[in-house]
């Protein structure tokens, strides 16, 4: 069973930056692709990126390409998003997942997920 906790969301200002991150425990963490998510009220979630186990193959949502970087460190079980040029459409609950297999944008190819952290952008 894997744990995740993400932190680092919050406030930022349209134009700004922030960078997410994501604890793991309780299983191996370089055996688990490990995806970005996020959701906005009213919305569905949405896929934002996602990157193998090693941290060789990166993924990414059209609409964040260029803004966004994902980027994990197998020694720490931690994964990272950071995003730059926030604008209010990026305003949701980011969520990072895990996924045993399957490499993709689905939320159902991930087993694990962790709680959400906040991220609002004022304009």
């Known amino acids: 069973q894997v744990q995740l906790v993400e932190s680092g969301g919050g406030l930022v200002q349209a134009g700004g930056s922030l960078r997410l991150s994501c604890a793991a425990s309780?299983?191996?963490?370089?055996?688990?692709?490990m995806g970005w998510f996020r959701q906005a009220p009213g919305k569905e979630r949405e896929f934002v990126a996602a990157?193998?186990?090693?941290?060789?193959?990166?993924y990414y949502a059209d609409s964040m390409k260029g803004r966004f970087t994902i980027s994990r460190d197998n020694a720490k079980n931690t994964g990272y998003l950071q995003m730059k040029n926030l604008n209010a459409e990026d305003t949701a609950v980011y969520y990072c997942?895990?996924?045993?297999?399957?490499?993709?944008?689905?939320?159902?190819?991930?087993?694990?997920w962790g709680q959400g952290t906040q991220v609002t952008v004022s304009s």
């Open positions: 990157v193998s186990g090693r941290g060789w193959s990166t």
């Open positions: 997942a895990a996924a045993s297999a399957g490499w993709g944008k689905e939320p159902a190819l991930y087993d694990y």
């Open positions: 309780g299983g191996t963490f370089s055996s688990y692709i």
